[in-house]
């Protein structure tokens, strides 16, 4: 079954520097890779995706970019806002399961 | 409107109980699961249902059991609850297929004492 690997686990950055978040993923027949913030108390939410056939994706402050070569992607979190403090799971999903893997989730703090 | 509903949010039991909890998701999505996140954030799939059709996860112990009354609902059944069994357990939904549109439920946290 596809593996999903999620690094740093935590991330503490300064407000308004930028935070980057990476995963690789195992099955090449895994075909969209979705992002999810989780605030406390609260289910995850998706922030932003991208399918396989797109190498970037951006939307206002925050970008993914995806290797399908490398079977990598990323966030990139732009201007960061103590706001923006929660913990953001990668996921890939593919045809065959139905079903999306998360990585393991990054902790991101962004100090005032 | 909530999309995905789950029931109750919070939920304290002693070990050896029977407990049940409740989703519901009005999306009109046909592929409903249900995710275990332990105390390490870490997120889990334990089942997942599509149109009557149900995949088992087989490291889920069969204490668990789904139980998915129509399309819109899918609720997670416990048996012989252990100590081990404290988490929060997400219930989502999906379209068909394709992975799009994914949606989570706002967790129940359960604690067994």
């Known amino acids: 079954g596809e593996n999903v690997e999620q690094h740093p686990s935590t991330l503490s950055v300064q407000e308004g520097d930028s935070a980057v978040i990476k995963c690789t993923y195992s099955d090449s027949a895994s075909n969209y890779f979705p992002w999810y913030k989780q605030e406390l108390g609260k289910g995850p939410q998706l922030i932003i995706d991208?399918?396989?056939?797109?190498g970037e994706k951006k939307d206002q402050r925050i970008a993914v970019t995806l290797n399908k070569t490398a079977k990598h992607f990323s966030l990139h979190i732009t201007e960061t806002q103590p706001e923006d403090s929660a913990v953001y799971f990668c996921?890939?999903?593919?045809?065959?399961?139905?079903?999306?893997?998360f990585g393991g989730g990054t902790r991101l703090m962004v100090k005032p | 409107d909530t999309a995905v509903s789950q029931t109750p949010k919070y939920l304290v039991t002693q070990m050896g109980n029977d407990k049940s909890i409740k989703c519901e998701q009005n999306?009109?999505?046909?592929?409903m699961y249900w995710y275990k996140q332990d105390s390490k954030k870490f997120l889990k799939i334990m089942f997942s249902?599509?149109?009557?059709?149900?995949?088992i996860n087989e490291t889920v112990p069969n204490r668990f059991s789904p139980k998915s009354p129509d399309k819109a609902h899918l609720n997670l059944h416990i048996n012989s609850l252990e100590l081990g069994d404290s988490a929060v357990y997400f219930c989502?939904?999906?379209?068909?297929?394709?992975?799009?549109?994914?949606?989570f439920g706002s967790g129940t946290r359960l604690t067994v004492v």
């Open positions: 991208i399918r396989s056939n797109v």
């Open positions: 249902y599509n149109n009557k059709e149900l995949i």
């Open positions: 989502a939904s999906s379209p068909r297929r394709g992975g799009r549109g994914y949606t």
């Open positions: 999306l009109g999505h046909d592929t």
């Open positions: 996921a890939a999903y593919n045809n065959a399961g139905n079903m999306l893997t």
